[in-house]
């Protein structure tokens, strides 16, 4: 099984701030690498997939990168509605996978 | 309208079982990846099951053996019958579509509570 680790587990920041969450698999994933928002009593939301591509609806702010092992997170400039937990997600394997989570908090 | 209403969640003791089932309303579950993802009280997300549209179903290494999942076309619902429940099953239970590796619709979510 494919492990994800992701840092920082939790990261306080303020509005306008530009911040990067980083995730490591324990194997190669190629790009197969989502971003999932998650705020209190919600379900997820899909952000970003295929390590970089921005799912529709979802603010320029924030982009991906990576590819491999490696992959990071990037919100441009928070705004209030971003703060919130973050997890990213391989499929690169028959049975995915999420990291255990990023709270980004004020 | 695309909907994934689960039910059949509660409390139960260790060793017990419990059926969830997740009835599904806008796509055909038998042309889908459907999932089952748990999230323990305070943590993060465990990807727990998957069901290819194939019928091949994966299975994360503590729930095997104890955890099935399933589907009925006919009812368009997909099922996760869980044995030998334990303290550390509980948590929030949702169901989840995961079309090309991403999960793009999600069921509202069944707590499930495993306690003496």
């Known amino acids: 099984d494919i492990r994800m680790t992701q840092s920082p587990s939790t990261l306080s920041a303020s509005v306008g701030d530009r911040v990067t969450i980083t995730c490591r698999a324990s194997?190669?994933?190629?790009?197969?690498l989502a971003w999932y928002q998650q705020k209190p009593g919600k379900a997820p939301k899909v952000l970003i997939s295929?390590?970089?591509n921005l799912e529709s609806g979802v603010p320029s702010r924030f982009s991906g990168s990576g590819s491999g092992t490696d992959f990071t997170l990037t919100i441009s400039s928070l705004q209030r509605d971003d703060f919130a937990t973050y997890y990213c997600?391989?499929?690169?394997?028959?049975?995915?996978?999420f990291g255990q989570g990023t709270k980004l908090e004020i | 309208e695309v909907q994934l209403v689960e039910s059949g969640g509660g409390l139960i003791q260790p060793g017990g079982s419990l059926r969830l089932s997740c009835a599904v309303s806008g796509f055909s579950v038998s042309n889908n990846y459907m999932s089952w993802v748990r999230q323990a009280p305070g943590s993060g997300l465990e990807w727990v099951s998957i069901l290819y549209s194939s019928g091949s179903t994966y299975y994360i290494d503590s729930v095997k053996g104890r955890f099935t999942i399933s589907r009925d076309n006919s009812r368009n619902t997909v099922y996760l019958q869980m044995n030998s429940l334990r303290a550390g099953d509980t948590a929030v239970y949702y169901c989840a579509r995961s079309m090309n590796g991403i999960v793009d619709y999600w069921g509202q979510g069944a707590v499930v509570t495993v306690s003496s």
């Open positions: 295929k390590a970089s």
């Open positions: 997600q391989q499929y690169h394997t028959h049975l995915y996978s």
């Open positions: 194997q190669s994933v190629s790009i197969w």
